[in-house]
């Protein structure tokens, strides 16, 4: 018997005995080699791994007026890790030193009302929305920019079931936010636009290219400015006859996902 038909014995955690050709290791010591060699001459994409517990969701609204049309975008914040190993190192488990924890809020609806749709249509049309999967099942949070179309409006979606929070954007120069009640907030312009504007630095903030607003998008994104005034204050605002609305609902929706989740309640514990 030569020594590539001499069989080699494991004993398992079980008891169970196997027997294998020393032939057979040394042939998936070389794939797995060259498998190896192959995955490092990779050019490596980290990866996002998501962490699906962690999934919160937010429909958020810029409310139109008579010559803004509302805007609605559907966004979720999800924890994970990015992995910055190779294929071959993430297929056998051995990417652990090159993980980070990380996290990301993916845009994955945006939309433009009709301008001068009635906002009892617009009500119902949020509301079907919030009904339909994903959301459905994810217990999403209804945002709505308030800012100039008064508390009636808010009532109505609060006698729809719901249950959204209210925020005002004031025009403060510092990154404020006032709770008036547990459903109404003040929360200053900058920092809204500023939170925009960190995520997108970080690569934290992801737009599909499939949305169907994207390209209105895009152009809000390079309208929208940043001034100094004479006192070193940052104002926002977009170029003169351009909207901003997508962007605002984004925003808005972003600084939502921004805050601390709620605690885990766990119930019959001590």
């Not at 056998?92 to 996290?103: D, I, M, V």
């Not at 209210?166 to 939170?195: C, M, N, P, Y």
Request: net charge positive; proline share 6%; glycine share 6%.
């Amino acid at each position: 018997m030569t020594w590539r038909h001499r069989q080699i014995q494991f004993i398992g955690h079980s008891g169970i005995t196997s027997r294998v050709n020393a032939a057979s290791i040394i042939v998936v010591a070389n794939t797995a080699c060259r498998e190896q060699a192959l995955a490092a001459r990779e050019v490596v994409v980290p990866q996002f791994f998501p962490y699906e517990e962690t999934a919160r969701w937010c429909l958020a609204a810029d409310l139109g007026q008579s010559s803004d049309p509302t805007a609605i975008a559907i966004l979720v914040h999800r924890r994970g890790i990015v992995d910055a190993g190779n294929s071959f190192e993430r297929r056998h488990g051995l990417s652990g030193p090159k993980q980070t924890k990380a996290e990301r809020i993916d845009v994955r609806h945006l939309q433009r009302m009709p301008l001068h749709t009635p906002y009892p249509e617009i009500v119902r049309h949020i509301a079907e929305l919030m009904a339909r999967p994903p959301l459905a099942d994810s217990k999403p949070q209804l945002v709505l920019d308030l800012t100039g179309v008064g508390a009636p409006l808010f009532d109505m979606f609060v006698a729809a079931g719901l249950k959204p929070l209210g925020i005002v954007i004031t025009g403060a120069f510092v990154d404020s936010v006032q709770w008036v009640t547990e459903s109404r907030v003040h929360v200053s312009k900058q920092l809204l636009i500023s939170t925009v504007d960190a995520r997108l630095h970080a690569a934290e903030l992801r737009f599909s290219a499939q949305l169907a607003e994207a390209a209105a998008m895009r152009a809000e994104l390079q309208n929208f400015r940043r001034q100094l005034t004479a006192q070193g204050r940052s104002t926002f605002s977009a170029r003169t006859g351009t909207h901003d609305d997508l962007l605002l609902a984004v925003a808005i929706g972003c600084w939502f996902l921004s805050l601390p989740p709620p605690p885990r309640i766990t119930l019959g514990g001590y």
